[in-house]
């Protein structure tokens, strides 16, 4: 798939699909296939190569929309608030806070689930084993809709339980398993409590932005080395809420993302160029060739050479 190329699947089902189709534009790529697994409730699997993706869609309050991240980092700006997920990571918000909202995607990908539930016609058309259970579609909507704000919960083994199992999954056991899936999660959620969640810190648009800017700005000065007191004081931010923030958005402190990124941009100057080993250490914030071998060795198992051989032929 081409750069800014888009693709949106919506497999057939006996269900027709409940709200109208969203548009989503990026400079990267993305891929989002939805599966109708009952009347009003909608599967989709969600895959992003991108910094960002923007999503257009009709504000719906009642709709309550589930997200779950398997791989990679995702940052949602809904009416100021920024969550930040990462893997095994929960989201849960209506329609109407994401409509032409903009996802953040700090590492430039993303894999991950979607349950969306239009609980008015879930109401009307609810599920037997639901019934069964007393479910409560306005419960629902009371404790993740009406608040008009993201949730975001931790990890834990329960929603790994209940995701874990859907990905990779090929026809025909997709849809049986989404059924099955969807009406799990939807008497989890009947039993939840929100206020007895752990739940993920919210930060402010603003703040998330600023932190961008600060890891713009590191990885455009790779061959260089700035102390967390210098970057607080040239982006007017405090050295604590720099850390913490920084941790959130990017899922790693800032120290631990930069030598990370400084081993990326090592290994593609060895694949791609026929730089010496001495530049590439320079160019990449080593003050020696001999610093930059030893933590080359400790992230890739192999010295420079070796990998540049194997990458070279």
């Not at 084993?129 to 931790?154: D, T």
Request: proline fraction near 6%; charged fraction near 20%; include cysteine.
């Amino acid at each position: 798939m081409p750069q800014g190329a888009f693709s949106v699947t919506h497999h057939p089902g006996p269900f027709p699909k409940p709200w109208e189709a969203l548009t989503a534009c990026t400079r990267g790529k993305g891929r989002i296939e939805s599966f109708s697994v009952f009347p009003g409730i909608e599967v989709s699997l969600h895959q992003y190569q991108a910094d960002r993706v923007q999503f257009c869609h009709k504000a719906m309050d009642s709709v309550l929309e589930i997200n779950h991240c398997r791989a990679g980092r995702m940052g949602w700006n809904m009416r100021g608030a920024a969550v930040y997920l990462g893997p095994g990571d929960l989201c849960l918000h209506s329609l109407g806070c994401c409509a032409d909202s903009e996802m953040a995607l700090p590492l430039g990908w993303y894999e991950g689930i979607a349950v969306t539930v239009d609980l008015q016609i879930l109401a009307r058309e609810c599920p037997a084993l639901l019934r069964e259970a007393g479910f409560a579609p306005q419960a629902l909507y009371e404790k993740f809709c009406a608040p008009g704000k993201p949730l975001g919960i931790p990890s834990n083994h329960e929603i790994q339980g209940i995701f874990t199992p859907l990905y990779g999954l090929k026809p025909p056991m997709q849809t049986p398993y989404y059924k099955l899936k969807a009406l799990e999660l939807l008497l989890y959620l009947q039993q939840m409590e929100p206020e007895s969640q752990q739940a993920l810190t919210q930060y402010g648009s603003q703040q998330t932005e600023r932190i961008r800017e600060i890891r713009d700005f590191l990885v455009a000065h790779l061959d260089q080395r700035f102390t967390i007191e210098f970057l607080a004081k040239k982006y007017l931010i405090n050295t604590s809420s720099l850390k913490s923030v920084f941790k959130a958005v990017y899922g790693m402190p800032i120290a631990s993302y930069v030598k990370e990124y400084r081993m990326e941009q090592a290994r593609k100057l060895l694949r791609e160029t026929n730089d010496s080993i001495a530049v590439i250490a320079q160019k990449v914030g080593y003050e020696t060739q001999g610093k930059f071998t030893k933590a080359f060795k400790e992230a890739a198992q192999v010295l420079p050479t070796e990998y540049r051989k194997q990458y070279q032929g």
